[in-house]
């Protein structure tokens, strides 16, 4: 099995078990205690800790896996079990960005599936692969969350609205090119699969408020609610609680 096999089984490489190195290691016990400490159970930081060893390493690799179980005290079994039910957790290596085309019932008929089909011939590769120069790893999306804007493609989960197979493919080869890409809302340009690895770890890299959050499309609704005065109906302060159902088996009991 290959470090770019979409196989659903983690990929653990004998060069993914090497130690890491002496001054990598301290850096991330020194990280990984920040991480733990915003818990109160420390094995509560495992998820985080998972993206902390994907911004070193690419993917979650044989030692990391170690490391997390080593902090968190948990068995090897109990990461890799947690390594391999979420998606954003890779098994093997990650390329530096990951395109992700949704085909969902929407995207897919307004031009998912075309996008789809003219990137993944275009880059030589298929879902969850990698192209050869380490640079773009391609995936076939459920959802993006911006059904308002289809058809959408995400680069390292930052928004490409109302793509075309053109504009996808112009995307991927400008992120191969090593060109700064903005993109269509949210931060002024795509950072790295291992940039934004460690920003998932909780580590900000004070990007958060650049650029539009939310487009016209998404604020329609609430642009017209404001012009016509809508609002949304007030809770009463208290309300009874309704009275219990008599249980069936005491019913006509005391007749």
Known sequence: MTGHDASGHLHVSAESKAP?????????????????????????????LLHLVQSVDGYVTGRGIEFCAEVLDLTTAEVSGVATFYTQYK???????????????????????????????????GHDETTADGKITLERVECNAACDY??????????????????????????????????????????TFKEVSRVLAGFHDGRADEGPAAGPASLLGLKIAQERGWIAPVAPASVAPAPAAEPAATKGASK
């Not at 002496?22 to 985080?48: E, G, M, N, T, W």
């Not at 053109?166 to 809302?185: F, H, M, N, Q």
């Open 91 to 125: 098994r093997h290596p990650n390329g530096d960005y990951t395109i992700g085309v949704c085909t969902n019932t929407l995207c897919a008929i307004m031009g998912g599936d075309a996008i789809w089909d003219a990137v993944s011939e275009h880059l030589g590769v």
């Open 150 to 191: 289809a058809p959408v493609v995400m680069a390292n989960w930052e928004f490409f609205d109302n793509q075309t197979p053109e504009s996808t493919i112009r995307l991927a080869d400008d992120l191969r090119a090593g060109k700064d890409v903005r993109p269509t809302r949210g931060a002024d340009k795509v950072c």
């Open 20 to 48: 890491y190195a002496a001054d990598v290691l301290a850096q991330l016990r020194i990280d990984a205690a920040a991480v733990v400490a915003r818990y109160p159970v420390k094995r509560s930081a495992l998820l985080p």
